[in-house]
């Protein structure tokens, strides 16, 4: 089946690093997106991992092992306003009919403490 | 360039009243999609469309209507509320094929009593 995981809730103090984990189980793998939503607003676009590795982007990455089904986006410099939830999608290639559709996680609820 | 946008933002309704959720994109997206995010839930997958005049059910498709009748909008339709679709309603929308980041609105918030 299609499932995706994520931790319900961390918590990281001012100025730290986190790490937040994603495992998905799909039938075919066509790309990881990670967004972040913070409390009663819109999910917005972080970055998207279709090759095995690193992505950086300033004080954020984002890591993807197809083989390991695993993905992790990690933040460093954490500050107040990262307090969010930070959502895992991953496209499934299945038919043609569901290509353009994204399985997501529940989302990781982060609160960042001074 | 507003990206995409909601009407309304907010509505109450009463059990079987009607109301249409509008979004616009002006990004010149191909694809459009309406989602609802509940607590515990997650974002599900109402319709979406891949091109004006195209629309297809996504995951949890009953009890919405939607409409693509213009490329830049997406209508999401609820014939006769039920306080099950009590929701924060999501649209979204992405470029198209090879291209599928998805970027979304910001949200109408529906409480059917």
């Known amino acids: 089946g299609q499932n995706i995981d994520q931790p319900t809730e961390m918590t990281a103090t001012e100025g730290a690093i986190v790490q937040i984990n994603c495992t998905y189980q799909t039938s075919g793998f066509n790309g990881l997106f990670w967004y972040q939503q913070h409390a009663g607003e819109a999910p917005t676009f972080l970055s998207y991992n279709v090759l095995d590795g690193l992505e950086e982007k300033g004080r954020f990455s984002s890591f993807l092992s197809r083989s390991k089904g695993y993905s992790y986006l990690l933040k460093k410099e954490l500050q107040m306003k990262d307090s969010a939830s930070y959502l895992c999608a991953v496209r499934d290639k299945g038919n043609a009919g569901n290509n353009r559709k994204l399985i997501w996680g529940l989302g990781t609820s982060l609160a960042v403490n001074p | 360039n507003a990206g995409v946008t909601q009407t309304p933002k907010f509505r109450v309704l009463k059990t079987g009243q009607s109301m249409t959720l509008l979004c616009a994109q002006d990004?010149?997206?191909?694809?459009m999609y309406w989602y609802r995010q509940d607590p515990g839930m997650g974002l599900r997958l109402i319709h979406y469309s891949v091109g004006e005049g195209t629309t297809a059910k996504g995951e949890v498709p009953d009890g919405y209507n939607v409409s693509r009748l213009k490329k830049q909008n997406f209508l999401l339709g609820l014939e006769s509320a039920a306080p099950s679709q009590t929701s924060v309603y999501f649209c979204a929308s992405s470029r198209g094929p090879g291209e599928e980041t998805q970027y979304f609105g910001p949200g109408t918030r529906l409480l059917v009593l």
């Open positions: 990004m010149n997206h191909e694809y």
